[in-house]
């Protein structure tokens, strides 16, 4: 059989002038692209394995360093890319499905970027939050459709349990084994300090992350890897996992390799064996039976823990919030198709589900004309990047936000969406010992607070631009958005006027 050679994606420009071969590119690239040859006293690249992580280029104190595109091209064809063809030969070599990792990086609309806020002029005045009371706490959880008194005339105290976050941000489903125990525990951490959640993912709960559980969501998937009465009990919420963006309708796979000491213990399976989550959950096929099984941890939980649902945003995603609304459900999880993974297959990554933006919308208005969103709360997920698709999220109808990729990113992740390999050079997707120690807790803590506060201020100042004091106001608040450049049947989805209008 013919060998599928194909050029190499990157390459690995090295300044000889400036190098000093000091080793550190060879020490830091767990893929092997660097190697010094004694003999010449050269350092060498092979430029096929290097996945432009920038762990060499960010750690070359000469700054000898550069990660290029390759200039390499194919004669051109529009229809059969340069991508398209590399994607095909290798299929035709390995005869697998194409694996990748982190959100789906296809340059397909992102609203929020087509979105635009309002600011106060004149009247309705601005305020500065620098000066004036503003509120971006948040409680998340089903709330009573009437005010019940009783015989003195007191208000009865019968709301269902709530999460309280004291912004709208919450760090999104992460399992330990995808990620490791450093960055769990970076997670964890800042999510005491900023008295926020973070979310256990499929992967269980590491005994050490106990003490954490009023900043915990554990999480229920089909595996049931590391669910057990206690740890139901240990966290504040308990989120049921029905679908994720980045793979919607088939499950997840986490190989044996992976599956080692306290990730075997945590999840309790066998070390060396696969996790594989089955694409449903087996005793899930209606709305009837997920409210089995929300009332199920429900009674689990002795009814103190708010049960959130967490689905794929996928193109009927109205009917079925509006399903599981009735379920009982306290809270819905709505996960766009940007959204990171540690691993999916490509295609589906790349070619199942919708935007987030479109699926909020849709979800918010159905449930308010359905006269029912106030018997759930909605978390939106799926690529937020910054405070302001926080702010345009909020205003088309969520509650809070889930971020994953971009907590990874604070942590120090490069998006070289090569955390299916096992091989992460920061330290964050893998179980190697020697990678996993690059990763400083104490720094990846400090950097997530640092971030979730920048954001917690920039959304203050936006909320103040626009007159608006409290986070509770701006929700659904679609007068304070705009769209550009979008067609009548994107604004009549997202439910907002045109810039201009
Ligand atoms: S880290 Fe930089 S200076 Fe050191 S060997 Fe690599 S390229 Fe040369
Ligand atoms: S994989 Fe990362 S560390 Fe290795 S050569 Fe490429 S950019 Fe550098």
Redesign the pocket.
Known sequence: MAVNYIYPEYE?ARNSERCINCRV?EN??A?G??EYLADTDKMISDDAK????????ALCLTRALK?VKSGNTYRENFNWSGKVRNELYRQAGSGGVLLSSMGNPEPYPVYFDKILINASQVTNPSIDPLREPMETRVTLGAKPQVIERDENGQIKNNLPPQLKLSMPIMFSAMSYGSLSYNAHESLARAAEELDILYNTGEGGLHEDFYRYGKNTIVQVASGRFGVHPGYLQAGAAIEIKMGQGAKPGIGGHLPGSKIVGDISRTRMIPEGSDAISPAPHHDIYSIEDLRQLVYSLKTASGYQKPIIVKIAAVHNVAAIASGIARSGADIISLDGFRGGTGAAPARIRDHVGIPIELALASVDKRLRDEGIRDSVSIIAGGSIRSSADIVKAVALGADAVYIGTGALLALGCHLCRSCHTGKC?WGIATQVPELTKRLNPDIGYARLINLLTAWNHEIKEMMGGMGINSIEALKGNRLMLRGIGLNEKELEVLGIKHAGE
């Open positions: 690995v590119c830091q690239c893929n692209v660097h290097c996945v432009n992580c920038h762990r060499c280029v990660i050079n």
